[in-house]
């Protein structure tokens, strides 16, 4: 099983900066991607920033310059920083993770509880 724990969500005001932290737990599992999303009510879950085991990085369009995705391995940890935060981005941040088993071509796809990002104006 993979269990991800997140923190580090609140309430910001706008133009101001949070630091999002993901750490997945696995047992048996290996972690490959890891990435955060977000969601507010009544839509969907849209991916804001992506990170592969390697190092490779891909983000929303309208997260680019302002937010960054890093990763410990070793640590099986994601980190979002988000600065010049928009009212528009509040809304529910949950981190992805997808795992694999030794011998097993079959990817599994993991979700934190979420955590609640609140940017006022």
């Known amino acids: 099983q993979v269990q991800l724990v997140e923190s580090g969500g609140g309430l910001v005001q706008a133009g101001g900066s949070l630091r999002l932290s993901c750490a997945a737990s696995a047992s048996f599992f290996s972690i490959n991607a890891m990435g955060w999303y977000r969601q507010v009510p009544g839509k969907q879950r849209d991916l804001v920033a992506r990170i592969t085991s390697g190092g490779s990085t891909n983000y929303a369009d309208s997260v680019k310059g302002r937010f960054t995705i890093s990763r410990d391995n070793a640590k099986n940890t994601v980190y979002l920083q988000m600065n010049s935060l928009k009212p528009e981005e509040t809304a529910v941040y949950y981190c992805?993770?997808?795992?694999?088993?030794?011998?097993?071509?079959?990817?599994?796809?993991?979700w934190g509880q979420g955590t609640q990002v609140t940017v006022s104006s």
């Open positions: 992805n993770a997808q795992a694999t088993k030794r011998y097993s071509p079959d990817v599994y796809n993991y």
